[in-house]
């Protein structure tokens, strides 16, 4: 994992004639964790996807270190440098094991690739899950697999799509426990949400998506005692 | 011609008695199909992956092409690479008429929309997250395809062996192209149906024989690979 600035700017995104996205611009940061609302169809996926590189925008611009660039030109250092997670993670036929050695694509020997699988099992929690046929976890430990898998890949930047949806509190609270290792260990993280507040302990800054354009609508340093109320309960369970 | 058993019985007795000219003749017909399918493989299966996979102009079109094609007479194709390879053909320097390279080409002909068909169904099956997960964990491009092609496995497997079972049993292609020359090019549609004609049923059982034992083992194999990935309750 290396220290990242990223700001994308720019990025316009239409479907028919309908606009997703306006001149959007967002910065990520080492360390940060950004999470974004918005109604269903305002955008969110879209746009991680974009920020993935598995979706193309309209237009757009990309600044790192190196200068500002047209997104098409570095459509492969975001692939390089992120790992996007579906709502619903896709499991590949066979059990957590195989799931997670896809995610290892270094040629790593044998013992070595064993020795970080095992290590990603433990990090997750999958001890007790670990042969079983993936596709037969439940939505929590699904989850699980697909951050274990994020976790072996040390992306610069995690963008995850509705990460705890539908979700009972002990899995959720396992995932977040997760994305909070991840964000101490220096990882980006950028998160869709319906609910904000499960995610106002872990969120550095939030932002809403509205009409194509994205606005920051809360901060940690301005949240309401309803907010303050609920993460308190939270990190108390 | 004798009754039904004793024919029966002379075919198994040809079949198992080591024949020398019935098994080359299941030999040459091994030797074609199985070259025909290897080749058309590869190609068909990349095309299919595109179809399912990619949009391009003419992809429709494209699609359409190849499901008209499965319905293609092994006859018709037969004739139209007999025009393409005979003297007067465009291909006729080639000299391919009558020999097994003129048969294989008329077996990949006859194989790849098969290939293609089936494996675009194939492919189409699997979720689109699997090749962007494989993506997303940095997979290159060639190994996200291996890991989808993983996933679609069984319905591929499906495709190969109803590609190979139409062509190891189909006749008139092989007939018009290979010419049916002993040893050479007859392989056992061709020679059942030589061996009919001239009232030898006992050798066109013995090779039926050997076709309906391929589809078997072709079948029970496909079942023992699906039997494998079935749903979990």
Same mark, same amino acid.
């Given at each position: 994992m290396h220290s990242t600035h990223i700001i994308f700017s720019g990025i316009e995104k239409r479907f028919g004639r309908k606009p997703i996205l306006i001149n959007s611009t967002l910065e990520i940061k080492s360390g940060e964790c950004i999470l974004l609302c918005g109604n269903n169809g305002a955008g969110k996926t879209t746009l991680l996807r974009i920020l993935a590189g598995l979706d193309v925008p309209d237009a757009g611009y990309v600044s790192t270190g190196l200068g500002k660039h047209p997104w098409k030109q570095c459509r492969q250092q975001l692939r390089n440098t992120t790992v996007y997670l579906h709502q619903e993670p896709y499991m590949f036929d066979g059990d957590v094991i195989s799931n997670l050695n896809i995610a290892l694509q270094k040629p790593y020997s044998r013992k070595k690739r064993n020795g970080r699988v095992l290590s990603a099992i433990k990090w997750a929690g999958l001890e007790d899950v670990a042969h079983n046929a993936a596709r037969t976890l439940s939505g929590g430990e699904r989850q699980r697999v697909a951050i274990a898998r994020a976790w072996l890949r040390e992306p610069d930047i995690l963008l995850l799509d509705e990460p705890v949806t539908n979700m009972d509190q002990r899995s959720r609270s396992?995932?977040?426990?997760?994305?909070?290792?991840?964000?101490?260990?220096?990882?980006?993280?950028?998160?869709?949400?319906?609910?904000?507040?499960?995610?106002?302990?872990?969120?550095?800054?939030?932002?809403?998506?509205?009409?194509?354009?994205?606005?920051r609508y809360l901060s940690k340093d301005n949240v309401t005692p309803i907010h303050s109320r609920i993460r308190r309960n939270e990190q108390l369970k | 011609m004798g009754d039904s058993t004793s024919i029966t019985r002379d075919a198994i007795y040809l079949l198992f008695s080591g024949d020398a000219e019935l098994w080359a003749i299941i030999g040459v017909s091994f030797q074609v199909s199985t070259t025909a399918i290897l080749i058309s493989i590869p190609p068909a299966i990349a095309i299919a992956f595109l179809l399912a996979y990619t949009d391009f102009p003419g992809r429709r079109l494209t699609i359409s092409v190849f499901n008209t094609l499965l319905a293609v007479p092994a006859v018709v194709i037969g004739l139209t690479f007999y025009l393409l390879l005979s003297?007067? &053909?465009?291909?006729?320097?080639?000299?391919?008429? @009558?020999?097994?390279? !003129? *048969?294989?080409?008329?077996?990949?002909?006859?194989?790849?929309?098969?290939?293609?068909?089936?494996?675009?169904?194939?492919?189409?099956?699997?979720?689109?997250?699997?090749?962007?997960?494989?993506?997303?964990l940095g997979a290159s491009?060639? @190994?996200? @395809?291996?890991?989808?092609?993983?996933? !679609?496995?069984?319905?591929?497997?499906?495709? *190969? @062996? !109803?590609?190979?079972?139409?062509?190891?049993?189909?006749?008139?292609?092989?007939?018009?192209?290979? &010419?049916?020359?002993?040893?050479?090019?007859?392989?056992?549609?061709?020679?059942?149906?030589?061996?009919?004609?001239?009232?030898?049923f006992s050798q066109g059982i013995a090779l039926g024989l050997v076709l309906i034992i391929l589809a078997l083992v072709l079948n029970m194999s496909l079942q023992y690979f699906q039997g494998k990935g079935q749903v979990s309750s």
């Amino acid at each position: 994992m290396h220290s990242t600035h990223i700001i994308f700017s720019g990025i316009e995104k239409r479907f028919g004639r309908k606009p997703i996205l306006i001149n959007s611009t967002l910065e990520i940061k080492s360390g940060e964790c950004i999470l974004l609302c918005g109604n269903n169809g305002a955008g969110k996926t879209t746009l991680l996807r974009i920020l993935a590189g598995l979706d193309v925008p309209d237009a757009g611009y990309v600044s790192t270190g190196l200068g500002k660039h047209p997104w098409k030109q570095c459509r492969q250092q975001l692939r390089n440098t992120t790992v996007y997670l579906h709502q619903e993670p896709y499991m590949f036929d066979g059990d957590v094991i195989s799931n997670l050695n896809i995610a290892l694509q270094k040629p790593y020997s044998r013992k070595k690739r064993n020795g970080r699988v095992l290590s990603a099992i433990k990090w997750a929690g999958l001890e007790d899950v670990a042969h079983n046929a993936a596709r037969t976890l439940s939505g929590g430990e699904r989850q699980r697999v697909a951050i274990a898998r994020a976790w072996l890949r040390e992306p610069d930047i995690l963008l995850l799509d509705e990460p705890v949806t539908n979700m009972d509190q002990r899995s959720r609270s396992s995932t977040i426990r997760l994305l909070h290792n991840l964000k101490q260990q220096g990882m980006a993280l950028m998160i869709t949400s319906h609910d904000p507040l499960h995610f106002e302990a872990l969120a550095d800054t939030s932002l809403r998506i509205s009409d194509g354009s994205i606005r920051r609508y809360l901060s940690k340093d301005n949240v309401t005692p309803i907010h303050s109320r609920i993460r308190r309960n939270e990190q108390l369970k | 011609m004798g009754d039904s058993t004793s024919i029966t019985r002379d075919a198994i007795y040809l079949l198992f008695s080591g024949d020398a000219e019935l098994w080359a003749i299941i030999g040459v017909s091994f030797q074609v199909s199985t070259t025909a399918i290897l080749i058309s493989i590869p190609p068909a299966i990349a095309i299919a992956f595109l179809l399912a996979y990619t949009d391009f102009p003419g992809r429709r079109l494209t699609i359409s092409v190849f499901n008209t094609l499965l319905a293609v007479p092994a006859v018709v194709i037969g004739l139209t690479f007999y025009l393409l390879l005979s003297r007067q &053909g465009p291909l006729g320097d080639w000299r391919l008429l @009558f020999t097994q390279s !003129a *048969m294989v080409m008329g077996q990949i002909a006859l194989s790849f929309p098969i290939l293609v068909a089936m494996g675009h169904a194939a492919f189409q099956a699997v979720d689109k997250r699997a090749w962007e997960t494989a993506r997303t964990l940095g997979a290159s491009p060639s @190994f996200a @395809f291996y890991t989808v092609m993983r996933e !679609a496995r069984f319905g591929l497997l499906a495709a *190969m @062996f !109803a590609g190979y079972g139409r062509i190891i049993a189909e006749v008139g292609a092989s007939m018009m192209l290979g &010419g049916n020359i002993l040893h050479y090019t007859r392989n056992i549609p061709t020679a059942i149906a030589l061996e009919t004609s001239k009232g030898e049923f006992s050798q066109g059982i013995a090779l039926g024989l050997v076709l309906i034992i391929l589809a078997l083992v072709l079948n029970m194999s496909l079942q023992y690979f699906q039997g494998k990935g079935q749903v979990s309750s």
